[in-house]
């Protein structure tokens, strides 16, 4: 049987009625029920959502999701986490989480997290089909261009 890694984690869930920045590089965050949207959204500048929030993931129970620092993303982008109706969660520092109990399923429960946020990042559109002109050649568009 194993031991669940997060149950170094101390004190008992919270509930989790408003939506938080989880901004804090090295935190790490524990559904233990109900769930967890997560957003890419810009940070006005006291600290203040701004404009159209971009989903990312859902964490549900049983799931973690991590801090991300807002200085390794572009344009004034912050991850913000949108608890569901009944959530509660755990906040801990990964590396004391390491630390405490290093295992097999803290590595799966991380690399779950690493997928999904790089499932859910917003992908550069893909490039369309060109042709170079010379100066003084013509070209024709097809439908829909």
């Known amino acids: 049987m194993s ?13 989790a009625p408003h939506a938080f920045w989880a901004d804090a590089a090295g935190a790490a965050w524990r559904v233990d029920a109900g769930g967890a949207a997560l957003f890419l959204q810009r940070r006005t500048a ?8 971009h989903h990312v993931f859902r964490a549900l129970a049983g799931q973690i999701f991590l801090g991300i620092d807002p200085a ?3 344009g004034g982008y912050a991850l913000v986490a949108v608890p569901l109706p009944g959530t ?52 024709a568009l097809e439908d829909g261009l």
């Open 46 to 53: 006291p600290g203040a959502p701004g404009g159209p929030r």
């Open 88 to 139: 509660a969660r755990r906040k801990a520092d990964l590396g004391q989480l390491r630390a405490a109990a290093p295992s097999p399923e803290l590595a799966r429960l991380c690399e779950d997290w690493a997928q999904a946020i790089a499932h859910g990042l917003p992908k550069p559109p893909a490039p369309r089909p060109a042709a170079l002109l010379a100066r003084g050649e013509t070209g």
């Open 3 to 15: 031991l669940d890694p997060l149950s170094a984690w101390a004190g008992p869930a919270q509930p």
């Open 72 to 74: 390794l993303l572009p």
